[in-house]
């Protein structure tokens, strides 16, 4: 029902940035990044509500992320700044109709895309 596309991932030192984008075939309600890293349950990084642009973050992240979104481009965006190894991990776009809460409902998933901070 939408495709998502992830892009930007990459390697970088400690204290390095770096942006992903995603791509969703049509205009969803919400969208959001979320995180796994080896051995570790996937965590939500942060969401974006598409009208209003609301957002929300894990604690372990604020102030250092940024989601934004463009609507017209259906095109929602992750900075990541002052990166930590902790940071490791597969993120994945996620994409939702439903946006009455932050964090669940999400019922599209991308491929992921893989950042990995090294110390």
């Known amino acids: 029902q939408v495709q998502l596309m992830e892009s930007g991932g990459g390697s970088v030192p400690a204290g390095g940035s770096l942006r992903l984008s995603c791509v969703a075939s049509r205009y969803t309600s919400k969208m959001g990044w979320f995180r796994q890293a080896p051995g570790k349950e996937r965590e939500g990084v942060a969401v974006?509500?598409?009208?209003?642009?609301?957002?929300r973050y894990n604690g372990s992240v604020e102030g250092r992320f940024t989601i934004s979104r463009d609507n017209a481009k259906n095109t929602v965006y992750l900075q990541l700044n002052s990166l930590k190894p902790e940071d490791t991990g597969m993120y994945y776009c996620a994409a939702a109709d439903s946006s009455t809460t932050a964090w669940d409902n999400f019922a599209f998933w991308g491929q992921g895309t893989q950042v990995t901070v090294s110390s």
């Open positions: 974006i509500f598409s009208s209003t642009r609301t957002t």
